[in-house]
């Protein structure tokens, strides 16, 4: 995988010409110093049911529990999931037709993401109540918490950071593999200070350095996708979770049969 998958973000050779070229009417931009991309390989720890009829956004491991966030309309919802079986162990609806998206804590709530409603819904982990709400331009895929700012991927290669409490942003990062723009960035996951982002509607994870949005890993999960056999087109792989305690990372698709543990391990060679 190593070779196509990173090949896949080559590069720019021609842009940074054009670039170049422009120098005689323009400052020169800023150096670009492309970042290595690491091959990162998964080997499956564990395999676990999950529910085939939810279309997941958000993926989060808090407080010893599994929390999803799904999507599509008058569905949608935040739910507490068993690991073990996968049965949901609550739910709570999000209102109307509202499209659920990303899901992340922040402190000791749930913030969960809608798609082009830009509204987003806090709760109360133990009870799945609605707390509170707050309206961010755009829309929202992806979300994840640095403790600081709450992330939020859009689809674009842009990520921004936001204020946990207001949602003004604070500030914000192209994300570039080999200095090219990394679209359709999806669900994420802070995991000792990197960012983890699925691609939507391709096979793998990258991990971005949440100060520079540099790529600076890749990994392929088409072999997890592979065991499922055949799948609708919109099954992507899209939900990353981490258990810091338990330094167990948890992935899984939309509509997808099942949910992994995986172990992450260089690329020989
Ligand atoms: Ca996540």
Redesign the pocket.
Known sequence: MTTTMIRWFLPVSLALASVASAQAVAPPPAPVQPVPVEGISARIVARYPHDRTAFTQ???WYDGALFESTGQPGVSDVRRVNLTDGKVLARARLPGQQFGEG?AVDGQQLVSLTWQDGIAHRWNPKTLKAVGSARYPGEGWGL?SDSQSLILSDGTPTLRFLDPKTFKERRRVTVTANGRPVHNLN???MIDGKLWGNIWHRDYIVRIDPATGAVDGLVDLAPLRAELGPLDPEAVLN???WDAAGKRLFVTGKWWPTLFEIALEPVAG
Do not use: K, T
């Open positions: 958000g993926l989060v899901l994840a669900e994420l996951e939900g990353i979770a």
